[in-house]
């Protein structure tokens, strides 16, 4: 018999009962009335606020503390509204720049000249401008390829930011060092809903109605939350991966953060929970190509995916039999729901193409240090690089979208990259997850 392979994947570090004991006081049913008069009383601020720089800083504080889904239609009607050219000091023009352009609103990169002296430089003194400072350079990772008034931006606020650090004192540093860190728009919203409102809540300038909105809204998500990964448990325990499969991850808490981190809304339960299982099951499937099958088996269970029938299981192996009905049936269910909801069969759809092939995928660093015979420091630099050149490349297509695909889709997909971005800032997940275990 032929070796099969492990992966040596560690164990989960969420234990079922530890989310079956999740709890919380918040629900829509007792807090729905004040959340809606909260919401009325927020909504009143944006059609009441008329000067520009203001509303864009309610805006801007509205995204950050997670509470600007309530409001698209305000927003987005408020902010077309808005002239590029009317704002004259550094912060205001970049936080504008940075809102219009997230949104898809048409804005040029050359609303920056103003700053800029007869040399091409930016003006030296704006180097002490701390605020201005940390707006440019926020706004300069909504740039593009060929805009390098952006990319001499990032470098001048970047440059006279770390001069700064050691001047200013602990919020603001705190501050500053975390953008630098990690830029606002390349973070998942709900995270930063959670670090913004501890942040807003010690400004001088914070509206009341604002945060207890925010405090709210979060607490009244967090539950929905806490209800769908009940639901998730118990089918994920059900399934029997986890002592079925032994050679795979144990990873449904980590596929939430994923669903969650593309698709926040409450309102879109649903999908949060469909796109949970799918990962789930992808990944059995992955390891079973990756680590465990033998390529006998794996050709077999290509072509069984291929004819996509209950028969066509007969001739598998126990743990892929387990694997293939587990695919079925959310497949099944999946359309199942839709023809429910929508009246819409999309079986067809469902698995048209389904793709099973694939090979070792051997890690990024890994891949350029060998291709290119170089150490792991500067491999990591090119790959940051690289990174940044995706975030142009998103930042283009969302320019110039247009009405073409629904605002919905467009934000899904910056939500994936950015929930990408957050789970592999620190290197490969299962490597970090080990770390933290030790």
């Known amino acids: 018999m032929k070796p099969r392979r492990s992966a040596n994947y560690h164990p989960s570090i969420w234990d079922n009962k530890l989310i079956e004991s999740f709890t919380t006081p918040y629900s829509y049913e007792f807090h729905g009335t004040r959340l809606e008069g909260l919401k009325q009383e927020a909504k009143n601020l944006l059609t009441s606020t008329k000067d520009p720089a203001v509303l864009l800083k309610l805006i801007d504080s509205m995204q950050r503390l997670g509470v600007a889904y309530h409001f698209e239609n305000e927003i987005e009607e408020v902010i077309g509204i808005q002239n590029p050219h009317v704002t004259t000091d550094l912060y205001t023009t970049a936080l504008q720049f940075r809102i219009l352009r997230e949104r898809g609103f048409p804005i040029g990169s050359d609303v920056f000249e103003k700053f800029r002296s007869k040399d091409g430089r930016f003006i030296e003194s704006l180097s002490s401008d701390l605020e201005g400072l940390l707006s440019l350079y926020e706004a300069s990772h909504l740039g593009m390829h060929g805009e390098n008034i952006l990319e001499e931006g990032r470098d001048f606020s970047i440059n006279n930011l770390k001069s700064l650090m ?44 604002l945060l207890e909105l925010a405090k709210l809204d979060y607490n009244l998500v967090q539950s929905v939350y806490q209800l769908e990964l009940k639901e998730l448990e118990r089918w994920w325990r059900d399934l029997g991966f986890k002592e079925k499969l032994t050679f795979s991850r144990d990873r449904m808490m980590e596929n939430y953060l994923w669903a969650m981190g593309i698709i926040f809304e409450p309102q879109f339960s649903k999908c949060r929970i469909g796109l949970t299982k799918f990962v789930c099951i992808l990944t059995a499937i992955d390891d079973m190509y990756d680590v465990y099958g033998l390529l006998d088996e794996l050709e077999c269970f290509t072509d069984a995916v291929n004819r996509w029938e209950m028969k066509a299981m007969e001739d598998l192996p126990e743990y892929m039999r387990i694997c293939y009905i587990a695919m079925l049936n959310f497949a099944n269910e999946i359309v199942g729901d839709i023809i429910k909801d929508q009246g819409f069969n999309t079986f067809h759809y469902v698995i048209e193409e389904a ?48 009405n073409a695909l629904p605002k919905s889709i467009v934000k899904m997909s910056l939500n994936m990259a950015r929930t990408a971005q957050c789970i592999f800032q620190h290197g490969e997940l299962e490597m970090v997850l080990e770390h933290r275990l030790e």
């Open 355 to 402: 793709e099973s092939k694939r090979g070792d995928v051997a890690k990024s660093n890994k891949c350029y240090m060998v291709h290119e015979g170089v150490p792991e420091v500067e491999a990591k630099h090119r790959i940051k690089e690289l990174i940044n050149y995706s975030w142009k490349k998103v930042n283009k297509e969302i320019a110039k979208n247009g």
């Open 166 to 209: 050691g001047k200013l004192e602990s919020n603001s540093g705190k501050k500053v060092r975390q953008s630098l860190k990690i830029p606002l728009y390349w973070r998942m919203p709900r995270v930063e809903a959670l670090n913004f409102i501890d942040v807003y809540q010690n400004y001088n300038t914070k509206n009341l109605t």
